[in-house]
DNA sequence: TCAATTAAGCAACATATGTCGTATAGTCGT
DNA sequence: ACGACTATACGACATATGTTGCTTAATTGA
């Protein structure tokens, strides 16, 4: 299967299109390939030539979520004030509280939430081994340093929005900066 | 249903003992709830009465497990320098290093990762809550600092089982109560 | 000990899953 | 424009899932 081909680059897009469709109305879990085929008008044999279950669909239909959100923590200055979070983390913790309806179930889904963490560990390992690392950790491999700061992210993420999210975005922000930058 | 009564005790404790039996051999996510009532000599129709999918069933399953690491996790002196980690974590990546070959599949399953951290977290709030916090972060929520270091927990014990594993595990240990204790 | 309660067994169902082989049709290089 | 290639459609299959109604048998309390 080539992914480069234009009728598989078609037939991705519909997926997704129609999976983001679905999961707007109902929780993830309850979402079939089967259901997922025919909103696309795709044949559900074709689904698996191309992901092999939901989740795997799921995330990638996300991707752009995704990257948002793995960009969005790279761009971080590491050398802002403690008690001051940067403007990229709060706008991300604003983005997700924004977009929460819209796909705050991302966050809920395990396997989703483990595309995210692995994603922010491959971006944040690059990030340090090309130097940019936050002081005073020079002992640590970049990419345990990468793996740690990925899985507190994820993990704030993810207890706030499955909670009763009573805390503002822009406080989570800055309390996460904090653990962040002691 | 009752999860006390003795009949349905029984039960879950074969189905627990099922699981693991076939998780030793293959991987989680090519595990049945069909070939799990099969192993546990239980009707299929009764497994649906006591979990709704295998993951739950897996993680349930695990519950010794993720208790001991949530125990190794909450055991941890804080006050312990930096260029040495305290011995229950040492001794809890030691654990997940031995027992990997058994059950290393749980931080490899996004569901179980997912279930050990809000258990982390739930732990950790509560002892933070009862005042042993680590030091110089008053300012920010107990639950949200919970979070954050069960993420990072997770996120390198995750990072590290399911990728080549050359890091020895007493140094991983270390590298963590580094970032953890800057 | 006996009767009420209820977990588990059992059979059957509609639907979903994953995987075939084959046919169709869109794509690309010449 | 034509032929090789291949993604997709289609139908069919064995198996898995989740649920239901009914029966059997274990537990509990009087």
Redesign the pocket.
Known sequence: ??P?????????ARLHAALLDLAAERELGSI????V?KRA??????????Y???DTLAADALEDAVAEVARAAALCPLDAPRDRAPEPLTALFAHVSAGAARYAWLLGSPRCTARLRERLTGELSARFAGGARPPGFDDVPPDVHAAYLSGALVGVIAHWVTGPRTTPAAELALSFWRLFRP
Chains 1, 2 share one sequence.
């Open positions: 299967m080539n480069d081909d234009p009728r598989a680059q078609r037939t991705r079939t390939i089967s259901e085929a008008e795709v044949n559900r044999a074709t689904v698996y030539l191309h092999p279950d939901v």
